[in-house]
């Protein structure tokens, strides 16, 4: 399993109006990019439309006002924002404030820009939503107690979709396999627990992304005392594989 710890906080006062950005798990997954953006300050940060990406945003912490379509919207942290297709947009952060985010960008191959022109008027509304009030799941490799979340639904990109889970020791997310898809963790606050994939083990800590390697078994244990939480991010080889989703998911409304 490859991981790499996401540094946050590494701006200090004196670099007001700045920004770092780093690339996350370099060419782990064919046809996405993952990267980490740190500002602080009074900076403005423009995105243009570019008419074969999607850009998802996964708020860290902080805030920030995200001006799109001649609108204005307020991001704090933990939530979950999917960009329009094709559409330009800011992120402005204001003076003595900080806005850290991962934006997973998903390049889209000819059948996923077919999906979107079939369902144009699905992609050219801005999706956004504090994890927290995302709808729950529920899935048979989970206990009970577990906290699933849905943040990112399948069919908001194509051949992508995100969720969360959450839960307290003694606990485990039973061993299963999906090769259908890649599939890459991000370790929230608090966060100790155990993955296991094909013999091995790494800890999986706050702010750490771990890949899990494609068709590998793998299932994730957390010891008494100690808390899972992870969001799940699910980038699917063919989008026939996205029924995968529906198979395993039960989402409760």
Not at 135 to 140: A, G, L, R, S, V
């Amino acid at each position: 399993m490859i991981t790499e710890i996401i540094q946050t906080n590494r701006l200090e006062s004196k670099s007001a109006g700045s920004l770092i950005k780093n690339i996350v798990l370099e060419n782990e997954v064919q046809d996405v990019l993952i990267e980490f953006f740190s500002i602080k300050g009074e900076y403005k940060l423009d995105v243009s439309a570019k008419p074969d990406i999607l850009d998802v945003l996964l708020t860290v912490d902080g805030e920030c006002l995200l001006q799109t379509n001649d609108s204005d919207y307020k991001i704090n942290t933990s939530t979950i924002t999917r960009i329009q297709y094709n559409k330009s947009y800011s992120i402005k952060v204001d003076n003595k404030k900080e806005f850290n985010f991962i934006r997973l960008r998903k390049l889209l191959d000819k059948k996923d820009l077919q999906v979107i022109e079939s369902r144009i008027e699905d992609f050219n509304s801005l999706y956004i939503k504090a994890l927290a009030d995302c709808p729950t799941y529920t899935e048979d490799i989970k206990s009970e107690k577990t906290l699933n979340r849905m943040i990112l639904p399948e069919g908001l990109v194509p051949r992508f979709a995100m969720g969360s889970v959450e839960t307290q020791g003694p606990d485990e997310v039973g061993e299963h396999e999906h090769p259908m898809l890649d599939q890459i963790f991000f370790g929230l606050k608090g966060c100790r627990c155990s993955c296991f994939a094909n013999g091995e083990e790494t800890v999986l800590t706050e702010n750490m992304m771990l890949h899990i390697p494609l068709a590998s078994k793998h299932y994730v244990s957390v010891a008494d005392g100690d808390k899972l939480a992870y969001i799940w991010m699910d980038f699917f080889l063919t989008l026939e594989g996205e029924k995968y989703m529906g198979e395993q998911h039960q989402v409760e409304e």
